[in-house]
């Protein structure tokens, strides 16, 4: 079978072999030109210069499709669903007109419908749906979807979370032009949960004591930043609490004990500290047996309280290799108002910390014996 287009000439034959698959031979100029003819197998949807053809159990017919003419191949369709990333072909008017199989079971998955997010439907009006749903990177994929549509820009990318209740997820919407009068596009949304995951982990070391899993001093300092700046709705007063706490006795435990032993009173001890603080707190091992806790907006009651506690956590017995001894802190307190650098503020806090601890040993307290109490921290 043979149909003329233009100028040159394309035919179809359809392979003895295998019913459902056709060869395609497209020729510059005319059947009879010098040139040898191009032969094509398996063609992909939407590709120019072919007419697309149905095969019906009466006949072989030629089907038009705009300017544009397509073959359909079941080569091109498993193609499509061979590819690994979540895959539409949208016309020029972001109508998706063709999906792979990552696309529908994407959409089964995450309880989509077919009529909502498959052929047929307009992607403009998915990505609607879910910016009027919350999603704040759908507005920004619409506007890299018209960009590219339009010839704007020859690709539009955006990384987005796309978490399910039991899964967290990271995709990259990543859209690209079809050369040609029709236009058109191919979106694509690549897993990236991965690559993402490693970058969240390593941000996490970074920022994290690994023995406690506390904020480390980059962290904290980040955090008292914030609670620090000035904002316009915010009233000049002093409101943010910045404890320092060290460990007493604490040398001794390792010294008689080991660091093995040393290395489990400071596990026990970020965990008394997490067990005293507030959700909005930020509790961090500053180094060694140094501690401290970011409260913002507290008041000087409110403070006073959370060093209390935490004088008061710390200070029962810990069982180490069989002996009950106790490794209390000294609880340092300063209240801090926006504006105060955050190296004054822990300074200040540091300076209150040595006058408790001073007060201790003026009490005559003995870190490390096997009994003992120690009196709470000073605002």
């Not at 994407?106 to 992607?123: C, E, K, L, Q, S």
């Not at 749903?133 to 979370?161: F, Q």
């Not at 009233?235 to 093995?260: C, E, M, Q, S, W």
Request: proline content about 5%; overall charge negative.
């Amino acid at each position: 079978m043979d149909a003329e287009h233009g100028n040159g000439l394309t035919c179809a034959s359809q392979c003895s072999s295998n019913p459902n698959t056709y060869s395609i031979i497209e020729a510059s100029e005319s059947f009879d030109a010098p040139a040898r003819p191009r032969a094509h197998s398996g063609i992909w949807r939407g590709c120019r210069s072919f007419l697309e053809f149905e095969d019906t159990a009466a006949d072989t017919r030629w089907v038009p499709s705009g300017s544009r003419l397509l073959v359909e191949s079941s080569f091109a369709t498993e193609v499509l669903d061979a590819l690994p990333d979540v895959t539409a072909i949208l016309d020029h008017a972001g109508t998706i007109i063709a999906v792979n199989r990552a696309w529908r079971m994407f959409a089964v998955d995450n309880g989509g419908r077919a009529d909502a997010t498959g052929v047929g439907t307009n992607y403009f009006d998915v990505c609607t749906r879910a910016a009027a749903n919350g999603c704040e990177d759908a507005g920004e994929v619409i506007r890299g979807l018209k960009a590219v549509l339009a010839g704007a820009t020859v690709e539009s990318d955006r990384e987005y979370p796309c978490s399910s209740p039991t899964v967290g997820r990271w995709f990259n919407s990543r859209i690209t032009p079809i050369g040609g009068p029709t236009g058109g596009a191919v979106a694509s949304h690549v897993n990236i949960s991965r690559r993402i995951g490693s970058e969240l982990e390593l941000k996490y070391q970074a920022s994290h004591d690994s023995l406690t899993g506390l904020a480390n001093r980059v962290l904290f300092s980040e955090e008292l930043s914030r609670a620090l700046s000035p904002r316009p709705d915010r009233r000049p007063r002093a409101d943010v609490g910045v404890l320092y706490i060290d460990l007493d006795g604490f040398k001794a435990i390792n010294d008689t004990f080991g660091h093995d032993a040393g290395d489990e009173v400071l596990q026990i001890s970020a965990h008394l500290l997490r067990s005293q603080v507030r959700p909005q707190d930020t509790v961090a091992r500053l180094g060694g047996d140094e501690f401290a806790v970011c409260a913002p907006r507290i008041s000087p009651a409110g403070l006073l309280a959370l060093s209390q506690r935490i004088s008061a956590a710390l200070g029962e017995p810990h069982q180490i290799h069989g002996r009950q001894v106790h490794v209390c802190g000294s609880v340092g307190s300063h209240l801090a108002r926006s504006g105060n650098s955050v190296a004054d503020a822990i300074r200040c806090a540091d300076q209150a910390m040595y006058l408790v601890k001073a007060q201790h040993h003026s009490d005559g307290d003995k870190p490390g014996s096997t009994v003992g109490k120690r009196s709470p921290g000073r605002v």
